[in-house]
């Protein structure tokens, strides 16, 4: 899918002046590349055994160029996103080709969390519902 990352390249991105910088919750730079994994989920009415790796593995998403609180990737299936808003944040995993179908929503509001509960309890149209998404700066090693 295009240029391989750099190894686990932590800082480099833009300032996201939220939860980054001088007396912010991680007083570090703001990471180019954050590593999303999902847990403890169960499988929902849509869920899909063919999704499994890309569901259950860890994801690399990388920061968008136009808003430095936002990290996204779009997987062969799937389009991740995790953002901080000033007064809450959020990740969100849903198929690409029918949007309807969630596979993960967490919606918390506090801001700079790097554990986010999944709200999906076995709905309609959910793909994975329960567990929570872990986040942490960098990609894997």
């Avoid at 932590?10 to 001088?22: D, K």
């Avoid at 849903?94 to 709905?123: Q, S, T």
Wanted: some cysteine.
């Amino acid at each position: 899918m295009g240029t391989p990352l750099p190894p686990n390249e932590i800082e480099g991105g833009n300032l996201c002046a939220i939860c980054r910088g001088p007396g912010k919750t991680w007083e570090a730079p703001t990471p180019k590349f954050c590593t999303v994994q999902l847990h403890d989920t169960g499988e929902g009415p849509d869920y899909d055994p063919t999704w499994e790796s890309e569901l259950l593995s860890p994801t690399i998403l990388e920061q968008d160029l136009v808003e430095p609180c936002l990290f996204w990737v779009t997987t062969a299936n799937f389009i991740w996103s995790w953002q901080w808003h000033p007064d809450n944040c959020y990740v969100s995993v849903f198929h690409r080709w029918y949007p309807w179908l969630m596979a993960f929503h967490g919606l918390i509001d506090e801001i700079c969390l790097k554990k986010i509960a999944n709200l999906l309890e076995d709905a309609p149209d959910s793909v994975l519902f329960g567990g929570y998404a872990e986040i942490t700066f960098g990609v894997p090693e």
